[in-house]
Each structure stands twice: as C-alpha cells, then as structure tokens.
C-alpha cells in the first residue's frame, strides 16, 4: 500500500472560549487519505467538524497529535492542498473578478500559463465567458462553482471541503456534488469533505468518519461500495445506496443522541 | 443560509449603481432652488438685519464681479487643501495599517487617539504659529493634523475587521506577509478608508478656511475676511457660497471615484 497522502493522527483541538478556558472540541481523530481517495467526515451539529477541517489543513493549530502531508507535518496550508470553504461570498474575494480570484490560486505558474490555466479550470466547473464579472454578480452556485475552479487551478493533491454545499438550494446541491465528481474523477486528487448531510457524503464517497458529539472521537468508518460513476436518479434508488445512507444516518444519530447541541465552532 | 438569487439589483451593475442618483439630482436642485428662495424671503421681509444678509441677486453680482479674486483666492484654499489631504491620507492608512494590524500599537494608541480626536484644530493655531510662521506650511500642518484623524482612526478599524474568512481564504491560498496586506487586508479594508477621507475632505476644508480666516494667510477665508472688514457684504457672501460648493464639489467626484474604484463596496452586501 502506498503512503497516505494525508495522515491525521490522534488529532486533538482545544479552542479558547472567551471566558479563558479551554475547550475541547476535537478529543482524538485519526484517520488516512488515501492517493485518489474520496473521503467524508460527517458529524451530529456541533461535532466540531469544521474545526477538524481547519485543523488537518493547517489553518488551526492543534493541541495534540499531528497532521502530515505527504510525510511532512503540517504547520500551514501546504503547497498542494486547495480548499473550499462554506461561505463562498467570504471566500470569493468580491473586489476581484472571477478570472482574479482564479488566478489567485494560479499563482505559482509563469505568465503565459497561468491564463490558460485559469481559462481552463473556468471552463471544466462550467464557467467560461465569465471570467470578468465579479463574485456577487453571480448566483451562489455559480460563486461555490468559481471557488472551486480557484482550487483546482493549482493542480491540488488534496482538496479539503468545509460543508461546500451547504449554503445553497437542494437543486444546484445536486449539480454542484456532480461536478466535484467529475472533477475528481477527471483529475488525481484526493478529497477529503466535512458534512452534516449524510446523501451527500455517501453518493460521493469511498469511505465515510462518523464523529462523536464534542469533544469528538471516530465513532464509525464505513467503506462506500457503491459503483462509480455515480448518478442521483440511479445511485440514489440503488438498495446498497439506501442501505449504506441508513447505517451511516444510524450512527450520526447515536452521536447526536449523546450531543448537548454546542454550536459548531466559527 | 441565504442563498444568493439573482435579482435585477445584482445582475445588471453598471447601471444600477448610478440609478438612484437621476431621482436624486432633480431633488437636490429642488433644495438648492428652495434654499435660495427662503434666503431671498429672509432678505425681503427684513426678518434678518439687512446689514448681515445681502439679497441673492446682489450676492450673484458680486460673484461674477469678484470671479478673477475669487478664483486666486479659490486657488489658494485648494493648494493647501490638497497637500494637506495628501499628507493626512498617506500618514492615515500608512500609520493605521500598522497600528490597527499589530495588536500592541493598537492598545497603546487608543487613549491617545480618544484624547487627540476631540481637540478642535483650531486651538492649535498659536502652537502652528510658533513653529511654522504664518503661512502655507502652517495651514497645511493643521489640515493635515486634522484630516489624519478620521483616515487614521477608519483604516485602523478596517485592517482590524478584516473578516477571518478572507484571511483564511488568502493562507489557503497561500498568501502571507504583504502579499496577504496588499492582496485582502487593504482592499478588504478600503471601503472604510474611503469612509474616512470622505469625512476627512470636509474636515480639511473646514479647517482650511478657517485658518485662513483666523491668520489671514491667503485663499477664500481671507478673501471673506477682507470682504467683512471692508463692509462688502454681498462679497463675503460670495465667498462662502463659493467655499459652500467647492466642498459640495469634492465630496461628489470623491464618491464618483469610489464608486468606480471600490465597485463591490454596496453590492458585496446583497449576498
């Protein structure tokens, strides 16, 4: 077996509460990403899955347990790591235009390359020809879509994901879930998402971490044997699809169940 | 969550922004016609006393009379008006950006800030005098001193408020130093520096023409000064509806520019 490309190991996050303690949110997580690997960490509300996230990509630093990427520990975001937040309009810089806040993350190529680069990664999310308007003249999908090209502009190893559907319609959801699988699919990466929804992270992943209420442990990893390439009108009517949503729902409940319901941390 | 749709607000920019403003110009020529109407009633009736209020046609006489004197006089106010905003602005973002992103200097400054805003600039001319002499270096050392506040105290709170979300988003883009200060924090942080020049630019006029008025150095404040000494009160007038439209004047190009420069600053609020 290859080496993970990501390794989280005994991951442990306390925050400082405004009053001056500590609280623990993540107790102990270990969990690999494998080369080409599609990962989901769901959780019960409040599970710190988001400081997971923060954590394992070098925006947070932990208070225990390491974070290694390719090897090396993580103390920033490192080089080949993209991420997606939730709030695309806080992402999305709204002072550049899309093709800017592109080639942000195009960066590390020369000149030339880098406006093919942000040409072509507008165009694989489905965004040519607008890459001279600016963040908030788009739709919501159409903006988590823009930040998505930002992130695949740098040709990632990893993609880390922070509950990147969450904050549109069921609908453009469903697009936008299907154009992270083809872009996955298109390219090498492995991803690795936070998400509170339980279809999503089974219709698109290999394995699925089911977190504790905080301070949060892995309560469960359930490997996703469902074929690839994956559709929401057949995936989702296959009985091994109900089945899989079912255990995986049944195990975030009883997470839920033991949850005092502290907000997620910000 | 809100999510995003599309109105006609958002879709169609260019335009949108500028909608509001035909409404509004017809409005405020209907002020300005009302104002003068108020004045000349004011004049007539004999409310005020004749010897401090000139009517509006006499004042208008002496507007075009007075047009070379006023432009020089213009002129002056204008020069020391615009180094003193130079100064104020550069020192404002360049001082506030670093006091306002080192979490010590921004303790340490907010009591000398909160006893330094409130001193009229005015109290300081016996102190500008002594140091600079009467003249434009003094004049434009208490604009500037003045118009740093407002610059100085709204970048400060701009580079402070960045939302974390753009930091993070810049690190995980890699960003970091002053590609990170250049490329998120100051742009994040522009709207409220312009916020702060656009309090800054009336402020300076104020105090320009004030010192002037006071020290007698130059430009419309000692033309009003010259007027009210000589008794020509349709004159005085004129200078102070002439000060009354240049700040009118700099304050609109001043939006008109942010507007252009600073387009999200309005729209990035709908999502």
Redesign the interface.
């Known amino acids: 077996m290859l080496e993970p490309v990501l390794s989280i190991n005994h991951l442990q996050v306390s925050i400082r509460s405004r009053d001056g303690s500590m609280n623990e949110v993540t107790k102990d997580v270990t969990l690999e990403l494998r080369d080409h690997e599609f990962v989901s960490v769901v959780g019960p509300s409040g599970s710190g899955k988001t400081t997971l996230l ?1 954590a394992a ?1 070098g ?1 947070r630093m932990p208070s225990g347990g390491e974070v290694l990427f390719e090897g090396r520990p993580v103390t ?2 490192p ?1 080949g ?3 997606v ?1 939730q ?1 695309y ?8 235009t899309i093709g800017k806040n592109v080639a ?2 195009a ?2 190529y020369p000149q030339p390359e880098r406006v093919t680069r942000v040409e072509e990664a507008l165009e694989q999310v489905g965004l040519k020809g607008f890459s001279t308007r ?7 999908g159409m ?1 988590q879509r823009a930040a998505l090209a ?1 992130a695949m502009v740098s040709n990632p190893k990893v993609l880390m994901m922070d509950e990147p559907f ?4 069921a609908l ?1 959801r469903n697009h936008l879930e299907d154009v992270v699988q083809r872009l996955w699919a298109e390219s090498n990466f492995s991803a690795l998402m936070v998400t509170h929804d339980v279809g999503e992270a089974v219709y698109l992943s290999d394995r699925v971490f089911v977190l504790s209420a905080r301070p949060s442990t892995i309560l469960a990893e359930i490997k996703i044997d469902l074929p690839r390439p994956r559709s929401h009108l057949e995936t989702k009517q296959m009985h091994r699809f109900v089945e899989l949503q079912a255990e995986v729902l049944e195990r975030v409940e009883e997470a839920g169940r033991e949850s005092v319901g502290l907000p997620d941390d ?1 | ?6 109105t006609s607000a ?2 169609d ?1 260019g335009t949108g922004r500028f909608r509001k403003n035909r409404g509004n110009s017809a409005r405020s020529i209907g002020g300005i016609v009302a104002a003068i109407v108020i004045w000349e009633l004011l004049s007539l009736s004999g409310a005020v006393n004749k010897n401090a209020l000139p009517s509006p046609p006499s004042t208008f006489a002496a507007l075009i009379k007075n047009f070379g004197g006023l432009s020089k006089s213009l002129f002056g106010t204008l020069e020391a008006w615009v180094i003193g905003m130079l100064i104020a602005t550069i020192a404002g973002v360049v001082i506030g950006t670093l006091v306002g992103r080192s979490p010590v200097a921004d303790a340490a400054s907010e009591t000398v800030v909160r006893m330094m805003r409130p001193l009229p600039s005015l109290a300081l001319i016996p102190i500008a005098i002594l140091v600079a002499g009467l003249g434009l270096k003094m004049t434009v050392g208490l604009v500037s001193f003045a118009a740093f506040w407002p610059i100085f105290i709204n970048t400060r709170a701009g580079v402070r408020q960045v ?4 930091l ?2 810049g ?6 130093g002053l590609e990170l200060l250049f ?2 924090i100051l ?2 942080a ?1 709207p409220l520096v312009a916020g702060g020049i656009q309090i800054a630019i009336s402020i300076a006029l104020i105090v320009t023409i004030s010192v002037e008025l006071v020290g007698g150095t130059g430009g419309l404040g000692q033309f009003v000064l010259l007027a009210q000494q000589a008794n020509a009160l349709s004159e005085m007038f004129a200078g102070i509806i002439v000060g009354g439209f240049i700040g009118w004047l700099l304050n609109v190009l001043f939006m008109n520019i942010v507007d252009r420069v ?3 600053r309005t ?2 609020e ?2």
């Open positions: 923060r990509s925006l920033e975001v080089k790591m993209a991420i937040f709030e309009n806080k992402s999305l810089f709204p002072w550049l942000i993350g960066k590390e600016y963040p908030w003249e788009l739709s919501g903006q930002r969450a904050s549109v319609d453009t910000l | 969550m809100t999510t995003a749709i599309p958002n879709k920019l939302d974390n979300r753009f993070e988003s690190s995980a883009l890699g960003l970091k490329r998120v742009p994040a522009a600073l387009p999200w729209q990035g709908i999502n």
